[in-house]
């Protein structure tokens, strides 16, 4: 999510007036670094501690979870729960107009569903995440997934804990006793009727992933041709050998693609969650 933070920064910068009409819109975030460089990149003068920021901003209360960075827990639900109701009354917006609630939303992966309205559900795990998300999508008038390639799957959320050795309940948030890095990941259901749209990235012939990259776009636009749910699907096109500054990485591109050691050896092992036909054999 914390991408999405700098480009609005970067729209700032790009086009000076794009944010002159206060009330239009403001920012809810429980994303902590993100609301932090909005506070220190967004000013009207960055040069200023005391200059004013210059878009609306709003941070949900509750619980820092350490591990994401972010704001969760009982208190933030119950916080944008109530959501349409505060923003309603605040004083930030114009008198009058109408209010859309955006979700943005990102999952740990983004597994494969049959329960879902969409093909892909956003996946999480550790406390207070999923209830946080299942909030999030409850109380947006529409949804956007934002998720890069790899955080796709052709694996459903189970065989997705499987390979990644994930065995650990998680519900009670006083239980000490079980391994915060062996919890089993959930699937997050977007509410029947929320219509979604879905930014991405692919990959090109040069990569080692480009195979999944056609196979995942090729599913995802088939299903959006006969359901209303998919408004769009955006593809930006990046090679992960390269940094955004165009220079060559010295790491592996295997290494950069699945950071995450569980996996990129569960990849060595044979156990391809990005291959179609290895998936479709561990359920037959």
């Known amino acids: 999510m914390f991408?999405?933070?700098?480009?609005?920064?970067?729209e700032l910068n790009r086009d000076k007036t794009f944010f002159d009409n206060r009330g239009r819109f403001c920012i809810v975030s429980n994303n902590?670094?993100?609301?932090?460089?909005?506070?220190?990149?967004?000013?009207?003068?960055?040069?200023?501690?005391?200059?004013?920021?210059?878009?609306e901003c709003f941070i949900v209360p509750g619980k820092p979870l350490s591990v994401y960075a972010a704001i969760t827990g009982d208190e933030a639900c119950d916080w944008v729960a109530n959501i349409r109701e505060i923003l309603g009354k605040s004083k930030w917006r114009k008198k009058n107009t109408e209010l859309v609630i955006l979700g943005f939303l990102t999952g740990n992966y983004m597994c494969r569903s049959t329960m879902n309205q969409i093909p892909f559900s956003p996946a999480a795990r550790?406390?207070?995440?999923?209830?946080?998300?299942?909030?999030?999508?409850?109380?947006?008038?529409q949804i956007f997934l934002l998720a890069p390639l790899m955080k796709f799957s052709f694996a459903d959320v189970d065989l997705l804990n499987n390979v990644c050795g994930y065995v650990e309940e998680f519900d009670n948030n006083d239980d000490k006793n079980i391994d915060p890095k062996k919890i089993k990941y959930r699937e997050v259901l977007i509410p029947n009727g929320k219509k979604c749209i879905l930014i991405t990235s692919k990959r090109n012939k040069a990569n080692l992933f480009f195979d999944f990259s056609q196979s995942l776009l090729e599913i995802l636009e088939e299903f959006q041709i006969s359901n209303p749910y998919l408004l769009e699907i955006r593809c930006i096109?990046?090679?992960?050998?390269f940094s955004s500054t165009g220079?060559?990485?010295?790491?592996?591109e295997l290494e950069i693609e699945l950071p995450h050691e569980n996996l990129r050896s569960a990849y060595k092992e044979g156990k391809n969650i990005w291959d179609l036909k290895w998936v479709t054999k561990q359920k037959t």
């Open 32 to 55: 902590i670094p993100g609301i932090v460089y909005i506070m220190r990149y967004a000013r009207n003068n960055p040069d200023d501690d005391y200059s004013e920021i210059q878009i």
């Open 126 to 141: 550790g406390e207070g995440h999923m209830n946080f998300k299942k909030t999030l999508t409850s109380v947006s008038d």
């Open 237 to 241: 096109e990046h090679d992960p050998r």
């Open 247 to 252: 220079e060559l990485w010295d790491k592996p």
């Open 3 to 10: 991408p999405l933070f700098v480009e609005i920064v970067n």
